[in-house]
């Protein structure tokens, strides 16, 4: 047997009633390449850099090992040389990479040359350009395999890479004593110490960062339970308001199949959060959750964002580059503000989520990805197919599912227990102990009509924790426009008010703001001081420290 004659068909082994493959006599496994690159990426997130490396290395080195073995007991081979180059060739129709047609081996003076590497293809994909070589487990897979079909110690480093830009990926493979203190820092990733030492150094890493975050989440609650102790916070969304608890209900229904999923409302009400709560509800949830500002990006560069680009396809592309459609693979893509998206862009992203796959700006494949699609917009986008401005198509393939996030001003059963939560967040940011609102304060926040929603309400809860005084936000610290609002009247069927008491509250309410200012109430009120006068003294209020001239 020579290296040249394996093929394929005489390799792999199906048994489907078995559930068995085998190849080379081997039992194998069928890896999708980018569920590979995802375990890589997690590896190198968790771990650090150097465990994800010399783990990878050494898994590489076992399997090149045992397939060298499995070579030499299953095939005949003329010689010890075709025994050594079946390697190359059996890595090649297992799909981990290409050599370049004519190359020499890595032993050779010269190396050889690979193309296609899908180690280097995926580290790109998920961690984009190295300032490295990154093929650890091609290099460990024909360390292992060299090593034992020659009866030697090889090992094989990289000193060109696609990973890092190169044109293609370049293998060396030499001793321990033929790379002597050249590359001595690559060996060690070879060495089952360095295994034992990079696993402690990452397993005490990951205890530190989770000793931080139950701090963090700890510290979190404490100052919650203080500021807010009747308040439950179901993944970061309060609903205390029915409309509010409709839609949280709706989404955790939804986020259980794959449907997409179009969520509306004004701005700053809470759509971002909403759509978090549907990916963490979903079987993606340990997937990416990506979200992009279709409206902040400029038209010519949203195609590039979305569907990633070619090295040169434009003026600035110095490298191939994946999409946001390529980097939430296995994951949610949120796109926000959709409705800015211009009908070129609508036309594109209409294929993508037909088609489920993205084609690179200047290249001419189509790459297929696995991504669930949320769409989000303040804008009325019914009203804009009636006006051209929308396809009807994209409108109705995002809206499978639509999800309205009624304004704060519509559940004002949340605004207090949202300003509360809110209230607890900044005062941990900030450091500070604040306990709670005071009641005028509380007041105050019912009255405001709340027109930049919950936004609107974050922000004014960090204004009025930087400038209180004491353990508590006063009336004084909250924002004007928050202090200026009037209570706004609610006819309720069967207990419709008479209009007289309800003038009366209102000029309380407004005489109160001003401190009692008469003056200044009835400018406000567009009525004659004496007019307010007559109407004060008819409640009896007259003389009272309340009505002050």
Known sequence: ???????????????????????????????????????????????????????????????????????????????????????????????????????????????????????????????????????????GLTSGYISRSSGKEIYVLEDRCMGKGDAACHLLGRTREEWGDERAEELRFFDAKRLEECLDVSLHRVTETLKAAERKLRDHRRALVRVAPDVEEPLG??????????????????????????IT?????????????????????????????????????????????????????????????????????????VGE????????????????????????????????????????????????????????????????????????DDILPLGRVLLADAALRMKRKIVGLAPSAADQLLRHEWPGNVRELENAMERAVALARGNRVELEDLPEEVRQAFPKPVATAGAVRALEEIEKEYILAALELNAGNQTRTAEQLQIGSATLYRKLKSYGLIGTKRASA
């Open 1 to 139: 047997m020579r290296a040249d004659d394996l093929d394929h068909k005489e390799l792999l082994e199906l048994d489907p009633e078995g559930g068995m493959i085998r190849f080379a006599g081997q039992r194998a496994l069928l890896l999708d390449a980018v569920a590979m690159g995802l375990l890589r990426k997690y590896l190198i997130e968790n771990f650090g850099l150097t465990a994800a490396r010399t783990v990878l290395t050494q898994f590489g080195f076992a399997h090149g090992y045992r397939m060298a073995e499995a070579m030499k007991s299953q095939f005949k081979w003329e010689t010890e040389e075709d025994w050594r180059r079946a390697g190359a060739r059996i890595h090649t129709l297992g799909g981990l990479f290409r050599v370049e047609l004519g190359g020499e081996g890595p032993l050779s003076k010269g190396g050889v040359m690979l193309l296609a590497s899908y180690e280097a293809e995926q580290h790109l994909l998920h961690s984009g350009r190295s300032d490295e070589t990154v093929c650890w487990t091609i290099s």
């Open 237 to 262: 969304i309060v609903a205390q308001s029915s409309a509010m608890r409709q839609v949280v209900d709706l989404a955790r229904r939804v986020a259980k199949v794959d449907s997409t999923v179009l």
């Open 265 to 337: 409302g004004e701005s700053g009400s809470g759509k971002e959060r909403v759509a978090r709560l549907v990916h963490d509800e979903s079987t993606r949830a340990a997937g990416p959750f990506i979200a992009v500002n279709c409206g902040a990006i400029a038209e010519t560069l949203l195609e590039s964002e979305l569907f990633g680009h070619a090295r040169g396809a434009f003026t600035g592309a110095t490298q191939d580059r994946p999409g946001l459609f390529e980097a939430a693979n296995g994951g949610t893509l949120l796109l926000d503000e």
């Open 341 to 412: 998206v211009s009908p070129g862009m609508q036309v594109k992203l209409l294929r993508t989520l037909q088609e489920r796959e993205v084609r690179r700006v200047g290249e001419n494949k189509n790459r297929k990805v696995d991504v669930r699609v949320l769409a989000a917009t303040n804008r009325d986008l019914a009203h804009g197919v009636a006006g051209g401005d929308f396809r009807q198509d994209l409108y109705y393939r995002l809206k499978v599912v639509e999800l309205h996030v009624p304004p704060l001003r519509e559940r004002r």
